[in-house]
């Protein structure tokens, strides 16, 4: 905890970080970054990695550990290609995975971008074993990414957050769908702010919503536009569990931006944007995953209490 003069620290950052740069890829990778994740059901953690070749293409790649920490087994082929053959919206790449376990087809939904001529849009993937994927292809078109489905149905209709751009600015929205095919009743869930904050104009989902008994818990990413380019932090958020459109509270200041080298200095510096969290076995760890400065894997660990208790003296309705 950190002294009154200064704000208080949510997320830790590893000793060991960056905790995965392209030099652990056993075939040419030029850099490695925006991880999805998950703890699979024997506790290892997977990550399923944002891989980017020289051609400035991007495809997926999962890695494992026992400890989520060190000791990763990176796949020795990329786990999921584009396949602009059969999927033209993949033309230059599939980038940003979030993986969302979900009980009831016993399978984990994989949201990620897929970049093409028109624009970067959302499509979803399902796989039991990171090994072989069923493809649902684009549900949402250009141009729409920052997607991550819900773990359950909400009034029986699975939903997906998900942040479309418009000329009224780039905000998070909820969709729902029967069949993860057909999309509708569309909401806005949070908007981007105006003006000097940190979260004005553009902001967007980070890892997939985290359950809590009080509420959804939301970490977004609020990019700031500025001379010198663009400055990714992080903000929390809490949305009621069974009507996930409705902001319960919203963080004023943002908990997480760039300050360590490896998230200032990169191929986009003054970056931090988590794909994926895990939670410890206690239930309240949360591990969270992101790349750093595009360039680079990183870790940084933080509390579910401590989140929603900051919520409640840092926080608005
Ligand atoms: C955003 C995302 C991320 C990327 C970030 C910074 O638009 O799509 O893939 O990390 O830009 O370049």
Redesign the pocket.
């Known amino acids: 905890m950190s002294g009154k003069r200064s704000y208080e620290v949510l997320f830790e950052r590893h000793q060991k970080n960056p905790i995965l740069t392209a030099a652990d890829w056993p075939y040419p990778a030029h850099t490695v970054?925006?991880p999805g994740a998950t703890v699979l059901r024997d506790g290892t953690t997977l990550l399923l990695c944002r891989v980017e070749d020289r051609r400035g293409h991007s495809h997926l790649c999962a890695v494992r550990s026992a400890n989520g920490v060190d000791g990763w087994v990176v796949d020795e082929k990329p786990t999921l290609l584009p396949q602009p053959e059969s999927h033209p919206e993949e033309l230059w790449g599939i980038?940003?995975p979030r993986i969302t376990w979900v009980e009831e087809l016993q399978k984990y939904v994989v949201a990620y971008?897929a970049f093409s001529k028109g624009g970067p849009g959302v499509a979803l993937a399902l796989t039991d074993d990171f090994k072989s994927f069923e493809r649902y292809g684009l549900v949402m078109q250009p141009d729409d990414?920052d997607a991550a489905l819900l773990p359950r149905r909400i009034d029986g209709m699975f939903a997906l957050i998900h942040r479309p751009v418009t000329d009224g600015g780039a905000h998070i929205w909820l969709s729902f769908s029967p069949d993860l095919r057909n999309w509708g009743n569309h909401k806005t869930m949070l908007l981007a702010r105006k003006g000097a904050w940190w979260d004005a104009n553009k902001v967007g989902l980070s890892p997939p919503l985290i359950e809590t008994e009080r509420g959804w818990l939301m970490i977004y990413h609020g990019v700031r536009h500025t001379a010198a380019g663009?400055l990714?932090r992080l903000g929390l958020a809490l949305f009621k569990l069974d009507e996930p459109s409705v902001c319960l509270l919203r963080g004023d200041e943002w908990v997480f931006g760039p300050e360590a080298s490896y998230e200032r200095e990169g191929d986009?510096g003054y970056?931090a944007?988590p794909c994926g969290t895990t939670l410890g076995k206690d239930r309240d760890t949360i591990h969270m995953y992101y790349?750093g400065a595009?360039s680079c894997i990183a870790l940084a660990t933080g509390s579910v209490a401590r989140c929603l208790a900051w919520l409640d003296t840092h926080g608005k309705p």
């Open positions: 970054f925006n980038e940003d971008t990414k663009s990714y986009v970056v944007f790349g595009d």
